[in-house]
Nanobody, 120 residues
Framework: QAQVVESGGGLVQPGGSLRLSCAAS????????MGWYRQAPDKPRELVAS???????NYEDSVKGRFTISRIDAENTVYLQMNSLKPDDTAVYYC??????????????WGKGTLVTVSS
């Protein structure tokens, strides 16, 4: 099996920055798309940013120009650099990875989430 673990959340003032990290480990043959989702209280989980193995990137409209997603395939990691943070960015951020755990089985893995709080 495989797992993904996030880190880097915390409390930051409006206008500040945070960098989230996510590392995948375990039985990994290859990783297709990796991404970050978030869920604010009483709201559905939404995609924040994703990046394919080929480098194609997608951002949710409200984070364009402020957030940057990147990945290091050799380390099975994905990052989310978040700048100019706003109170509306407050949420639990989840890492997602589509992992081939053998040559014939790809599964979707989620981390447990890391809390980002933007407040003065």
């Amino acid at each position: 099996q495989a797992q993904v673990v996030e880190s880097g959340g915390g409390l930051v003032q409006p206008g500040g920055s945070l960098r989230l990290s996510c590392a995948a480990s375990g039985s990994i043959v290859n990783i297709d798309s990796m991404g970050w989702y978030r869920q604010a209280p009483d709201k559905p989980r939404e995609l924040v940013a994703s990046i394919t193995s080929g480098g194609k990137i997608n951002y949710e409209d409200s984070v364009k120009g402020r957030f940057t997603i990147s990945r290091i395939d050799a380390e099975n990691t994905v990052y989310l650099q978040m700048n100019s943070l706003k109170p509306d960015d407050t949420a639990v951020y989840y890492c997602n990875a589509q992992i081939w755990i053998n040559t014939s089985l790809r599964s979707n893995f989620w981390g447990k989430g890391t809390l980002v709080t933007v407040s003065s």
